[in-house]
């Protein structure tokens, strides 16, 4: 998928709150150092995975579902198998009417259920990471391309 750096730094700019669908709570997965990073920049990120539910991620309450969520959503951030995706989209369609964006993480794809938010007017980003794009648009990504926060004498 081509995504102009327009469009990604206008999606990015204009967000405030994220909801991360799928977040874990182990340091070593990517939703969890994508979601850590996002609030770090200052995005409001709303911790959304049944299995967790009640716990506290970075001073969060993680909700079961978007439904659960109170107010509104810019992103909706999906750290799920593609075959996922069309429950998801539709939920978030149902309960955020202005959903300004649904974002799919590297590796997540589907048109159908991109197509169907799509014609709602939200924009679609598949198989990207807002981490990676808020690294390489803002200037923080390192020389080696990642910028994880993470520092070891034994690289």
């Given at each position: 998928?081509?995504?102009?750096?327009?469009?990604?730094?206008?999606?990015?700019?204009?967000?405030?709150?994220?909801?991360?669908?799928?977040?874990?709570?182990?340091?070593?997965?990517?939703?969890?150092?994508v979601a850590?990073?996002?609030?770090?920049?200052?995005?409001?990120?709303?911790?959304?995975?049944?299995?967790?539910?009640?716990?506290?991620?970075?001073?969060?309450?993680?909700?079961?579902?978007?439904?659960?969520?109170?107010?509104?959503?810019?992103?909706?951030?999906?750290?799920r198998r593609?075959?996922?995706?069309?429950?998801?989209?539709?939920?978030a369609l149902?309960?955020?009417?202005?959903?300004?964006?649904?974002?799919?993480?590297?590796?997540?794809?589907?048109?159908?259920?991109?197509?169907?938010?799509?014609?709602?007017?939200?924009?679609?980003?598949?198989?990207?990471?807002?981490?990676?794009?808020?690294?390489?648009?803002?200037?923080?990504?390192?020389?080696?391309?990642?910028?994880?926060?993470?520092?070891?004498?034994?690289?």
């Amino acid at each position: 998928m081509d995504y102009s750096d327009a469009l990604l730094r206008d999606v990015l700019t204009r967000a405030k709150r994220v909801a991360v669908v799928g977040v874990s709570m182990n340091p070593v997965r990517a939703s969890y150092f994508v979601a850590r990073y996002l609030g770090l920049r200052g995005f409001d990120v709303v911790p959304v995975n049944p299995v967790y539910a009640g716990k506290v991620l970075f001073g969060k309450t993680i909700v079961a579902s978007l439904s659960e969520v109170e107010g509104a959503i810019d992103i909706v951030d999906i750290f799920r198998r593609s075959e996922a995706v069309p429950e998801i989209v539709e939920e978030a369609l149902a309960v955020f009417p202005d959903l300004q964006t649904i974002w799919m993480q590297i590796g997540v794809e589907h048109p159908a259920a991109a197509a169907l938010a799509e014609a709602r007017g939200v924009t679609v980003i598949q198989d990207r990471c807002p981490k990676i794009e808020y690294q390489r648009l803002f200037g923080e990504l390192r020389k080696g391309g990642f910028a994880t926060g993470v520092i070891s004498s034994k690289l």
